[in-house]
C-alpha cells in the first residue's frame, strides 16, 4: 500500500505543472492526500497501527494549532491568509487539508534524519534539529509555489530572501521551532511504543523525488527559479549527506584477478 500510494503521488504530482484553475486546485488537494497517505500507510506497516495515529496526531494536530495561530496572531509565522474555498472544509480560516500537507511532508524528511544520525551517538540528538532544518528545505519549495498559485498570500511586512521577498524571514523561523517540536515529540513516541527502524525505501524515495523532482519542476515549469534554488540548497542538507551515504553502503563488486 505505500509503495503504490507513493507511484500515484509522483504521477499526480507530474501533472500539476500541465492544469490550472480548479483543476490544479483539485490536483493540489490529490497531492496533498496521496502524500499523508503514503506516510501514515508506511508508519502503519512498519511501526504498527499505534504509532501511526500518533504521527497523525502530533504532526497535523501540531500542524493545525500552528496554522490557526498563525493566521489569527500572525504567531509563528508571520502574518498571512488562506484563499478562501478552494481546497475543501475549513477551520477557523485554514484548510483542513494543510494539517495533512505537514504529515505528508514531514514523514519523509523524519525518516531521513534518522539514517543520517551517526551511530553511538543518543538518536535524537541530530534526529530532532536534522528534521527541523529539512522541513525547512522543503517549505523553501511549498510556499512559494502555493503562493504563486494563489493558495495563500502574506501581508507581514518583514523581508524575504532575494527572489522570494513576498515570504517573510520569519516564515522560516517558525517552521523550524514548530518542526523542532514536532519531531521531539515523534521521538518521544518512537521510545515509547520501541518501533523497529526498518523499510525506509519509500519515504526515502518520496524525499529523493520532493528534492529533486521539485527543482526541476520549479526551474523549468513552473518559472520559479530562485525556489528552485533555495530547496535544492535547503534539501540539499539532508539530501547530498543521503546520497553519499547511500553509495558507501553500497556493495563493491571487485573483478577477479589471475595469478602468475
Known amino acids: 500500500m505505500p ?3 507513493a507511484v500515484l503521488l509522483v504521477l499526480t504530482q507530474i501533472t500539476y505543472p500541465l492544469a490550472t484553475g480548479v483543476a490544479r486546485d483539485r490536483v493540489t488537494a490529490a497531492v496533498v492526500l496521496l502524500s499523508a497517505l503514503t506516510a501514515v500507510t508506511h508508519a502503519w506497516a512498519t511501526r504498527g497501527p499505534r504509532w501511526a495515529a500518533g ?4 504532526v497535523s494536530g ?3 494549532v500552528a496554522e490557526i495561530c498563525g493566521v489569527t496572531t500572525g504567531f509563528p509565522f508571520g502574518c498571512y491568509d488562506y484563499a478562501r474555498h478552494r481546497l475543501g472544509p475549513e477551520l477557523a ?3 483542513l487539508l494543510v494539517p495533512l500537507a505537514w504529515t505528508g511532508g514531514l514523514y519523509p524528511v523524519w525518516v531521513v534524519a534518522g539514517l543520517l544520525s551517526p551511530p553511538g551517538t543518543p538518536r535524537a540528538r541530530t534526529r530532532i534539529p536534522l528534521t527541523a532544518l529539512g522541513a525547512v528545505g522543503w517549505d523553501l519549495f511549498l510556499d512559494p509555489q502555493m503562493v504563486s498559485a494563489g493558495q495563500w498570500t502574506w501581508c507581514s511586512p518583514l523581508p524575504g530572501l532575494p527572489g522570494t521577498p513576498q515570504i517573510p524571514y520569519t516564515n522560516y523561523l517558525g517552521w523550524f521551532a514548530v518542526a523542532l517540536l514536532m519531531a521531539a515529540l515523534l521521538e518521544l513516541l518512537d521510545r515509547a511504543d520501541v518501533p523497529a527502524d526498518r523499510g525506509p525505501a519509500v519515504p ?3 524525499f529523493l523525488w520532493t528534492w529533486l523532482g521539485s527543482t526541476l519542476a520549479h ?3 513552473l518559472g520559479l527559479p530562485a525556489s ?4 535544492f540548497l535547503g534539501l540539499g542538507l539532508l539530501g547530498v ?4 551515504t547511500s553509495a558507501r553502503r553500497m556493495p563493491v563488486r571487485s573483478a577477479g584477478h589471475g595469478t602468475m
Do not use: R
Request: net charge neutral; charged share 0%; glycine share 14%.
Open 3 to 5: 509503495a503504490v500510494a
Open 55 to 58: 504521527l497523525l496526531l502530533i
Open 62 to 64: 501540531l500542524g493545525l
Open 93 to 95: 480560516g485554514v484548510p
Open 204 to 206: 526515502v524515495a518520496v
Open 219 to 221: 526551474a523549468v515549469f
Open 228 to 231: 528552485a534554488g533555495y530547496g
Open 241 to 244: 549527506p543521503l546520497l553519499y
